[in-house]
């Protein structure tokens, strides 16, 4: 693994999803390139800075045929959301503010209608076309997951690697920071150890984050050569500990946490694209802060989903276009954002900002010194550093942690050394 730049210890990403945000899909009628929707993101940035973020992480950008994850060409902005023009002014509009810029990078299959696969499945295996898509036992084509519309490529395929290494290094050149790798998990590690130095080689300062479901994620980190992955152990094990009352569960998949942290600084979250939104997760409204303060202070790079901050609600489905409820269409501003819970924006900016006010939290480890099922306290820690984190789904008082209290709920009432029922308290130990 090379090193990670130095501005990814300082990352927090705010996730959205461009053409839901935009309203250009799902849409009645496909916005053409001259209603420039992509530039409907500008008027947010001001936004993500008073969130306490420091980048934008966009979803598919590059022109297909339905949700940005069919590839047809990638050195071409969608053109329901825009041109080129409108993805460079973008671009100027948030590194004027101080945001890096993450694209989302569809390399491991391209759509059925992309002019590659059409000449493939034209011309069949053997042909040129052919070569670059992973065949299939039947004598087709690998379809992704079952999925007809989406082509798996031939990672194996010299071509290919040139083919995804010049797409990288065209879009950095053009101003943006950083790749997520989109069902990076699918792609063999060894096609990413291939591609990720020739990029670095040009752009050091490039950080690649891999989307990772399943499996050995530090094996997956070192295999590839990517910076980070996402993780979702941590995800699931945040809303399920906390509707289950069983903070144990947390407390394993925290162990598991740190042993990551040995390695590289894992992708965290409480919500994305592609999973039901955390409020709607959640069984009770009164642990939705626990979540969030989980997010802030634990080691990784943490991402907030656009939406999340102000309490959205969305259940993902397993149909089609069941993920249109958790990728929806945003107002013109912030202000004009129906049902937007300022309480939780408020608590969301205390939280980031007090995580970037502790940088060190980047690479912290988390142990409990008291656990229990409702409760428990979390000493997070690194570099002579430490908090210690009271979280109490209970329905009584808890003893809190030592130290000097930095922030706590404020919805209820707590005594000098506990905490009240539901509530959470953030203290530093040194």
Not at 125 to 136: E, I, N, R, T
Request: charge should be negative; proline fraction near 6%.
């Amino acid at each position: 693994m090379t090193d990670t730049p130095d501005w990814a210890a300082h990352a927090i990403w705010w996730r959205l999803y461009p053409l839901g945000f935009t309203g250009a899909y799902p849409a009645a009628v496909a916005p053409a390139a001259d209603e420039h929707r992509l530039r409907r993101i500008i008027p947010w940035l001001d936004h993500v800075t008073e969130l306490g973020a420091s980048g934008i992480a966009l979803g598919p950008l590059f022109a297909s045929t339905s949700h940005g994850y069919d590839t047809v060409d990638h050195y071409r902005i969608d053109p329901r959301l825009g041109d080129e023009h409108d993805f460079d002014e973008l671009v100027a509009q948030a590194h004027a503010r101080g945001l890096k810029v993450q694209l989302d990078g569809v390399f491991n299959h391209v759509g059925s209608a992309h002019p590659i696969a059409q000449a493939a499945l034209r011309d069949g295996p053997d042909s040129p076309a052919g070569q670059w898509l992973a065949p299939g036992a039947d004598g087709g084509f690998v379809p992704f997951e079952g999925h007809d519309i989406l082509l798996t490529l031939n990672h194996a395929n010299p071509d290919v690697q040139r083919l995804v290494a010049d797409v990288m290094r065209h879009w950095l050149d053009r101003g943006a920071d950083a790749w997520r790798l989109d069902a990076a998990y699918a792609t063999p590690t060894t096609f990413w150890a291939q591609v990720l130095p020739q990029v670095r080689r040009t752009h050091p300062q490039a950080w690649f984050e891999a989307e990772v479901i399943h499996g050995d994620y530090a094996a997956f980190v070192q295999a590839s050569s990517v910076d980070t992955c996402t993780q979702y152990e941590l995800w699931k094990a945040v809303w399920s500990s906390i509707n289950d009352r069983n903070l144990h569960e947390l407390a394993w998949t925290l162990s598991r946490h740190d042993e990551l942290l040995a390695t590289f600084a894992p992708s965290t979250f409480i919500g994305n694209h592609d999973v039901t939104r955390i409020a709607s997760r959640l069984d009770d409204a009164r642990h939705l802060p626990h979540a969030v303060v989980l997010l802030a202070v634990l080691g990784g790079t943490p991402t907030v989903y656009a939406g999340d901050e102000y309490g959205l609600r969305g259940v993902k489905e397993d149909r089609p276009h069941g993920d249109d409820a958790i990728r929806p269409a945003f107002p013109a501003t912030p202000a004009d954002l129906a049902g937007a819970d300022q309480g939780l924006f408020r608590l969301h900016q205390r939280l980031l900002g007090l995580r970037r006010r502790h940088p060190w939290l980047h690479r912290a480890t988390a142990t409990p010194t008291q656990l229990s099922n409702d409760h428990t306290i979390l000493e997070v820690a690194h570099g002579g550093h430490a908090l210690s984190v009271t979280l109490n789904l209970s329905d009584v008082a808890v003893p809190s942690g030592a130290g000097d209290v930095l922030d706590q709920d404020d919805g209820s009432q707590h005594t000098g050394d506990s905490v009240a029922p539901h509530g959470w308290r953030i203290a530093s130990l040194r």
